[in-house]
C-alpha cells in the first residue's frame, strides 16, 4: 500500500523505527479498521508501523473479531491487560529501540507514562505531529470519488427535507428530519451535529437545534454532513421561507459572491491564506468585516475538520487533491445570518467543486 | 456551589492557584456550559478556576453566545487568535503563577506548549489527573434524580421498539429506530452508538450493526443509552424473537443469575473488584470463565463511561452516591452473545437499581 509505504519514509526521516498510531482517523486510513473511539482515553486500538516489519493492531477483546475482519496486512494483537505491557513486550523482541507517538493525539499523563517506561528500558520516545494527517490531505483519485458519493448523498438528503420544509417546524425537528433520513439513505451516520438555526439563533455559527419555530422570511442556516464508507461530507446551506426583506437577500448574494471569489481564487500553488482573504475583502468592503469571524474552510476528508485550514494566517500551499471546504458567513447579533458553503479538491489550475447542489441561487 | 468549593480546596491541596479545566463533562459540570467538543483538538472552551477570583470561561465567538446564556457566576472571555496568549494575559494579570491543568485530558504537544510558555514566563505549571472525576464519582440527590429520568426514558424507547420487533428486520434498521425514537422522546442525543447485534455477531460485545437480518431464535443484544439534561444512561438487553433453544435458555439464566449475585454484593464499603468478582464467580463455575472478557461494570454519569471502573484488578472502595453499570455477559464465538446491564446508585446498605424494565425476566 503507497500511503503505508510514504509513512514509513516518514518515520525512517524522523530518526525512528516504529510509529504508535493513536489517531483514530489515521488508524482507519492506514489498517482499515473501522471502530471508533467511544473517547481518546478509550481507544478501540493502536496500529505500530514498523520501518523494518509488517504492522500489527493492538486491540482488545470487544474489537478482536471486527479488527480482524477490517484489516488487510496488519497482524491484529490482543490487549490482555494493557497497552504498556503489551507494547513494551512486542518492542523488546524485536529489538526496537525508537518509538515515535503521536504527540498530537496522545494524552499528557500517557506520555509521561510512555516516558518512563522509555526510561526504563532503554527506548527513545519521539514526539511526532501530524505526519499521517500531512500525507492525509492529498487524497488519491479514489478518495476524491468516495468523497464525492458522500457529498452527493448528502445533498440528496437536504433536497429530501428541504422539499417538505414548512414554516412552524421547530429548528431541532428538522435537524432530527435531516440525521433520520441521512441514516434511511445510507449514511453510516452524521459527520457532525447537524446544525438547524433559524432567526436570531442563526447569528451562532455552531448554534445548537433549539425547539424555537421556525418563521416565514427568517434565515435559516442548516449545516450537514454525514459519512460514507468512512469519508465525510460537510455543507451549509442558507434558506428562508417566504419572501425574503432586501437586507436579507442583500446579505445572501454577498455571502454568494464572496464565496465565488475565493472559489477563483483557489488552485495547487496559492496560500491557504489567500483564499481566505479573496472572500474576506468582498465582505469586509461591503462593512461587514467584523461579522465574518471565522476562517474560510478546512480540510475534508476521514476527519470531517481536518487539514489544511484556510484562516487568514496560514502561509501553507494548497496542493492537487487537498479537499477543503469555502464557507463565508456574515452574523449579526439579533438579526441573524448567513453562510454557505461547498467542498472542491483542488487541482492544478483551479478547483472542482463537489456539490451540484444550487438551491442557494434561489434568492 | 458546592462543586466548584469543593475543587477549589483540591486545587490548593496541589499546591496551585488556578486550574485549567479542558475535559468537556468536567467544564459542563462546574459551569454548566453545554457545548461539546467536535473532538479534543477542537474544543469549544476552557475554564479557569481560581482559588481566589471568580471562574472564567475561555472560549471563542463561535460559542460565546451561547456559553453567556448557559453559565452562571463564570465571566465569558473571548479567544481571539489563540489560547495561549489570551491565557497568558489573564495569569499575569492576576499574578497567578501556579497553573495546574487536566493531564488526563490535554494532549502531549499542547502540553509541551504550556511548558514552554510557564518555563518563560515564570509560572509553575502543575499536571493535575481526575481531580474533578473523583468528585464527579459522587452524585449528588439532583444528579441521580437527572440520571434516574434519563434511564425511565431510555427504557420507554427500548420498550416502543421492543414491541415492534421482527424476525427479518436488520441491526441497522432496528439500531437506527432506536436513536429516532430517542430524539422524538426528547433526549438530547445518543449517548453512544446503540449496538443491535444478533446471533453470531453478538458474539463482539462492542459489535457495530450490520445488514444482517434478525432471525427467530437467535440471541439479539440491544445496549443503548441516551442524555437527558446532561446525564446519562446506559442498559442492555438480550432478547430472543420466537423460542429460544435450552442452550440459549440456559446462558440467558447463567448471566441473569451472575447479575443478581453483583446486584447483591452492591454496596458502599466493598471494593470494586468485589462486585466484578461475585458475577464472574458464578460465570466461571459454570465453565464459560473465558467467554466473559470485559469488566462488569462502569461509572455513569455526565459521561457514559466514567469512574468508577469495575473490574477485578480494582481495590477503591464504593461509595454512597456511585452510579453505576452492572453488565455480566458471555460470548461464544460463531453462536453469539448475551448481556445484561442495568444502573445502579449505591447506598449505604446496598443498591438502589433504576432501572424498572423487567422484559429480561420473559425467559
Chains 1, 2 share one sequence.
Not at 164 to 176: C, H, S
Not at 296 to 323: D, F, I, T, W, Y
Request: net charge positive.
Amino acid at each position: 500500500m503507497k500511503a503505508l509505504d510514504n509513512i514509513k519514509a516518514a518515520i525512517r526521516r524522523k530518526g525512528a523505527d516504529v510509529l504508535l498510531v493513536t489517531q483514530p482517523e489515521n488508524r482507519r486510513y492506514l489498517s482499515g479498521f473501522k471502530a471508533p473511539d467511544l473517547s481518546i482515553a478509550e481507544s478501540s486500538g493502536a496500529l505500530l508501523v514498523f520501518t523494518r516489519f509488517s504492522p500489527l493492531l493492538l486491540t482488545d477483546s470487544r474489537y478482536q473479531l471486527q479488527a480482524e475482519q477490517e484489516t488487510t496486512g496488519f497482524g491484529v494483537v490482543l490487549v490482555q491487560h494493557n497497552l504498556w505491557n503489551t507494547l513494551l513486550k512486542i518492542l523488546v523482541r524485536r529489538n526496537v529501540l525508537k518509538l515515535a507517538f503521536e504527540s498530537h493525539y496522545f494524552l499528557h499523563d500517557a506520555a509521561t507514562k510512555l516516558m518512563d517506561l522509555g526510561q526504563k528500558h532503554g527506548i527513545e520516545i519521539i514526539p511526532v505531529s501530524n505526519m499521517i494527517e500531512k500525507q492525509r490531505t492529498r487524497k488519491s483519485g479514489e478518495e476524491i470519488q468516495k468523497i464525492s458519493q458522500s457529498v452527493l448523498l448528502n445533498e440528496k438528503v437536504f433536497l429530501e427535507v428541504y422539499k417538505g420544509l414548512r414554516p412552524g417546524q421547530t429548528e431541532k425537528e428538522v435537524a432530527q428530519q435531516i440525521e433520520t433520513a441521512m441514516r434511511r439513505n445510507g449514511a453510516e451516520e452524521p459527520a457532525f451535529s447537524t446544525i438547524v438555526a433559524a432567526g436570531p439563533n442563526a447569528a451562532q455559527p455552531h448554534a445548537v437545534p433549539t425547539d424555537r419555530a421556525i418563521k416565514k422570511g427568517e434565515t435559516v442556516i442548516i449545516d450537514m454532513g454525514l459519512k460514507l464508507d468512512g469519508y465525510c461530507s460537510d455543507m451549509t446551506r442558507t434558506i428562508v421561507l417566504g419572501k425574503p426583506d432586501s437586507r436579507t437577500v442583500k446579505i445572501i448574494r454577498l455571502v454568494r459572491k464572496a464565496q465565488r471569489a475565493a472559489l477563483e481564487t483557489i488552485k495547487a500553488g496559492i496560500l491557504a491564506r489567500d483564499a481566505d482573504r479573496a472572500a474576506r475583502e468582498i465582505i469586509s468592503r461591503a462593512g461587514y468585516g467584523k461579522h465574518f469571524g471565522h476562517s474560510l474552510g478546512h480540510g475534508v476528508g476521514l476527519a470531517v475538520h481536518e487539514a489544511p485550514s484556510l484562516n487568514k494566517m496560514r502561509r501553507n500551499k494548497l496542493q492537487p487533491g487537498m479537499v477543503v471546504t469555502v464557507e463565508p458567513g456574515i452574523y449579526l447579533p439579533g438579526w441573524g445570518g448567513v453562510r454557505l458553503e461547498n467542498m472542491v479538491a483542488v487541482t492544478g489550475d483551479g478547483c472542482t467543486i463537489l456539490n451540484r447542489d444550487t438551491t442557494f441561487l434561489d434568492i
